[in-house]
């Protein structure tokens, strides 16, 4: 079974620094891993999808890396701000398997940036 | 475009009632899923539908059950609610075959007293 692993669980950071959120996945036979964002109260946001056999993906401030044979990604923010403020969730979609499409989720990272 | 819908938003039940959570979407997906997501936890899969007229049991199914009405919609369901079952449910969907994200509803905050 696939266990992923987030750290660190929280993060207090005040604004404009720049931060490395890390994901450990325990079978490397992925199809892709994603990325959410989830406020408060709220429901899920896909900020990033990398396919397993890219090495990386950018939207705007935000970067994400995938080593699938270290069974690792991370999620790089850059110049964080109040608005980033959110808790962050990797999570990995099995490349071999019968339950399809299914993601297996790490618990996330909460992130708060102070101004 | 709403992409997931999920009513209701909220819900008290008693212990011992049922009810019925309900997803649809809009987006043309083939395959559909519930999970739960459960403080200091990573979301754990329910139930999940493959394909319109299938449906298979994921990591934590006792006490739910599911139906695919069709390609849009996909209903869980609690025939005798327990306190464990307590929880924030999430449906998504996803186009099976294509390297593309999963997309979320906003959630279902289910309390059980």
């Known amino acids: 079974k696939q266990e992923v692993t987030q750290i660190p669980a929280a993060l207090s950071v005040p604004e404009g620094e720049n931060l490395v959120l890390n994901c450990s996945f325990t079978?490397?036979?992925?199809?892709?891993l994603q990325w959410f964002r989830q406020d408060p109260g709220k429901g899920l946001t896909s900020l990033l999808l990398i396919q397993s056999s890219q090495r990386e993906q950018t939207s705007g401030r935000l970067n994400a890396s995938l080593d699938k044979s270290s069974g690792r990604s991370t999620l790089y923010i850059a110049a964080s701000q109040p608005g980033d403020s959110a808790t962050y969730l990797c999570?990995?979609?099995?490349?071999?398997?019968?339950?399809?499409?299914?993601?297996?989720f790490g618990r996330g990272t909460q992130l708060t940036v102070w101004p | 475009n709403a992409g997931v819908t999920q009513t209701p938003k909220f819900q008290v039940l008693k212990t011992g009632q049922s009810m019925t959570l309900q997803c649809a979407q809009d987006m043309n997906h083939n395959s559909m899923y519930w999970y739960r997501q459960d403080p200091g936890m990573g979301l754990r899969l329910i139930y999940y539908s493959a394909s319109e007229g299938t449906t298979d049991k994921g990591e934590v199914p006792n006490g739910y059950n599911v139906s695919r009405l069709n390609k849009r919609e996909f209903s869980l369901r609690l025939e005798s609610a327990a306190p464990s079952q307590t929880s924030v449910y999430f449906c998504a969907s996803i186009l099976l075959g294509q390297n593309q994200p999963q997309h979320f509803g906003d959630g279902t905050r289910l309390s059980i007293l």
């Open positions: 079978d490397s036979a992925i199809y892709n």
């Open positions: 999570a990995v979609r099995p490349g071999r398997g019968s339950t399809l499409g299914r993601l297996y």
